[in-house]
């Protein structure tokens, strides 16, 4: 076998590779492999110039273990896509441009690489660059180690995506809710994003960018950046993004979409049929970005729209720069699942503007977003809202502490987590979204809200268009808020919250008086009052939510077929609803319930609903054959990310 050795003993590229590695394949030597022999021609550079990185240097190489990228050398300035649509074969096909920041003498440049096929690169001077592919490793794909010029300021890649690329879903037109055209949509956080860009893939690397892409006719194209609201006649659309961000937020969809305004810098696309609905349903998106831009100032992105996605949509929101990707599982009729938008918006601060240095840091992004969602929602829908949302978040979260703790996942409940090795994908819990929170939530009782806000509209100013980590975040809540002062510190608990297990003494204890009326229905229905005896009018959803989660592991079927026949839960049209609900069917094997399961889960792909049903579905025989079963058919129209979780539940 051929490989290049002078790369292969690159001292930074063995220690990266050594880094991601050892944890998640068995072989200790990673070997190059060739996909393009003539890339290893000539690679003396690779190891000359790499000699000369000091220790200090490699300590920053590792500080992102889920990247290969070394942009304390070299790192991506603005990056210029330029891509076709191909849906026949489910490929994006075409260049990207990376202009680089030379930082040191390095003359290597490392991207995150996977399932791309590289054509070729080219240097700004015209000629052919040389480089190396690394063997691929689980998750984290390759590394692209492309030799540069001591004087190359950029580099052109010519490659094309895979049609199982993990970012990218392709749908049919039956897929979709209009059925006459084909869909692509592409979810890039947390690492994914490698799978149809080679990038420096790591959150706390920031970039402009600018695109065109080719579609077809009839489709429109849209990114996470400013965009043209019309279709064109040649289905060739131009972007610019002129404001730096992580490669987790670049994004693109390319539908029969529409476009409606709904203030005077937000709107909505969604399919035609879709459009009415989705612009009912999101009439508080101008006073949302009023209320957010009075608490922790200007939202700095120009236009704020929201694109409601098909439903195999494998999340709720994604928090695309000027542009929110959405779950249609939000259209409820009610306006009552619209906190996923005020929780998107909020990422334009917390996270899009101050952003997570490493998915380690994730609370950084989430915590402070739920804790940004739940002011905003406070502000127009009022406290007794808030305050049922909150009541819900700490019942969630305490669930997740419990199911970790039994997992013998301890360490999973720290604030800061340890993903090194690991997909970050581990690191998706309550933990980081509501532990943050409540973490949050602790800061502002012991200082005051008034000052807490002072303090975090500062944070968000100071620290726009960085990056941000956990040991820096301490540093600056020191510095600017609690300033040494031990009481403070004594009354919030920082460090237990940061590197400590489950919730520590200093955390709050929601109260919600409409939940308490919830409480008193429970206690009824368990102690033998009838269904419908019991007082639920105007009851909204964060209500039933809480009823349901109340009776969890409580019920016979008998109080479940009584339950649905008193309210017809099983017909109900609330997603979030549907999902408790089915859990309560499936743990007494309720069997009326079982067809309407079987077409939520080959209709929606939002893996947050999947799994708790899933997860219920394996813990009998019958029920997990079932679940199988229903899973074969509904894959075909999960999205990468869902259907992995699933197979993992499966054990398939
Ligand atoms: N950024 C997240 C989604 C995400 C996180 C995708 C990590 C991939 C990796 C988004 O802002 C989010 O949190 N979505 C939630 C909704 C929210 C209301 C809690 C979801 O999708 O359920
Ligand atoms: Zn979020």
Not at 129 to 139: G, N
Not at 283 to 300: C, N, P, R, V
Not at 522 to 547: S, V
Request: hydrophobic share 35%; charged share 25%; aromatic share 10%.
């Amino acid at each position: 076998m051929f490989y290049c050795s002078d790369a292969i003993f690159d001292p930074k590229l063995s220690i990266r590779m050594n880094r991601i590695t050892r944890l998640t394949v068995s072989s200790s030597l990673i070997l190059l492999s060739l996909p393009l022999l003539n890339s290893c021609k000539n690679n003396t550079d690779l190891k000359s110039d790499s000699d000369q990185g000091s220790t200090d240097q490699l300590k920053e190489v590792t500080s992102d273990a889920h990247s290969f990228s070394n942009p304390q050398d070299v790192s991506i300035q603005h990056m210029h896509l330029d891509l076709a649509v191909d849906f026949e074969k489910r490929v994006l096909k075409g260049s990207v441009r990376l202009d680089l920041d030379r930082k040191t003498k390095v003359n290597v440049l490392h991207l995150d690489s996977r399932q791309l096929q590289i054509e070729k690169i080219l240097l700004d001077d015209g000629t052919e660059a040389q480089f190396l592919l690394s063997e691929d490793v689980e998750y984290f794909g390759q590394d692209l180690a492309i030799n540069l010029k001591k004087k190359t300021k950029s580099v052109t890649v010519f490659y094309e995506t895979s049609p199982s690329a993990e970012a990218l879903q392709w749908l049919k037109p039956e897929q979709t809710a209009g059925g006459k055209h084909p869909y692509l949509f592409s979810q890039s956080q947390a690492i994914l994003a490698r799978t149809w860009i080679p990038c420096q893939d790591s959150p706390g690397v920031k970039f402009t960018y600018s695109a065109s892409i080719k579609t077809l006719p009839d489709l429109i194209a849209l990114m996470s950046a400013e965009n043209g609201q019309k279709k064109t006649k040649d289905g060739v659309y131009a972007f610019t993004m002129n404001q730096p961000i992580s490669s987790y937020l670049l994004a693109l969809t390319v539908g029969d979409l529409e476009y409606e305004q709904l203030g005077r810098n937000c709107g909505v696309y969604a399919e035609p049929s879709m459009l009415k609905k989705c612009v009912w349903e999101f009439q508080d998106m101008q006073s949302m970005i009023d209320s957010a831009e009075a608490l922790y100032g200007k939202y700095a992105w120009g236009q704020y729209d929201v694109v409601v996605l098909p439903p195999s949509f494998p999340f709720g929101g994604m928090e695309n720069p000027r542009l929110t990707f959405a779950t249609p599982t939000i259209i409820a009729g009610d306006r009552s699942l619209v906190a996923l938008i005020a929780h998107e918006l909020a990422h334009s601060w917390s996270g899009n503007l101050v952003t997570n240095e490493t998915w380690d840091d994730f609370w950084l992004n989430e915590g402070f977003t739920v804790y940004f969602e739940q002011r905003i929602m406070e502000k127009i829908f009022g406290k007794p809202y808030e305050e049922m949302q909150t009541k819900l978040g700490m019942g969630e979260l305490k669930h997740t502490i419990e199911r970790l703790t039994r997992e013998n996942k301890v360490d999973d409940t720290h604030l800061y987590l340890a993903l090194t090795g690991r997909n970050p994908d581990d690191g998706l819990t309550d933990i980081a979204y509501e532990k943050g929170r409540f973490f949050l939530q602790t800061i502002e009782y012991a200082v005051g809200r008034e000052k807490f806000d002072v303090f975090l509209k500062q944070y968000f100013s100071e620290n726009a268009f960085k990056s941000m980590n956990t040991a820096k975040f301490e540093a600056y809540l020191d510095e600017h808020l609690l300033k040494g002062d031990s009481n403070l510190y004594a009354k919030i608990q920082p460090k237990e919250w940061i590197y400590g297990p489950g919730l520590p003494s200093s955390a709050p204890n929601p109260e919600s008086e409409e939940l308490k009326k919830v409480e008193v229905e429970i206690l009824k229905f368990m102690n033998g009052d009838h269904a419908d005896q019991l007082i639920t009018e105007n009851w909204t959803t964060h209500h039933w939510l809480y009823f349901l989660r109340g009776l969890k592991d409580k019920l016979d079927v008998n109080q479940v077929a009584e339950l649905d026949n008193v309210f017809d839960l099983t017909n109900s049209g609330n997603n979030e609803i549907l999902c408790d609900w089915f859990q309560h069917c499936i743990a007494v094997e309720y069997e009326p319930a079982y067809q309407n399961m079987e077409s939520f889960l080959t209709s929606v792909g939002r893996r947050k609903f999947l799994s708790p049903l899933y997860e219920a579905l394996v813990k009998t025989e019958e029920g997990k054959e079932w679940g199988t079963r229903v899973y074969e058919i509904a894959k075909p129209g999960y999205h990468a990310v869902s259907s992995n979780s699933i197979e993992e539940i499966l054990g398939l």
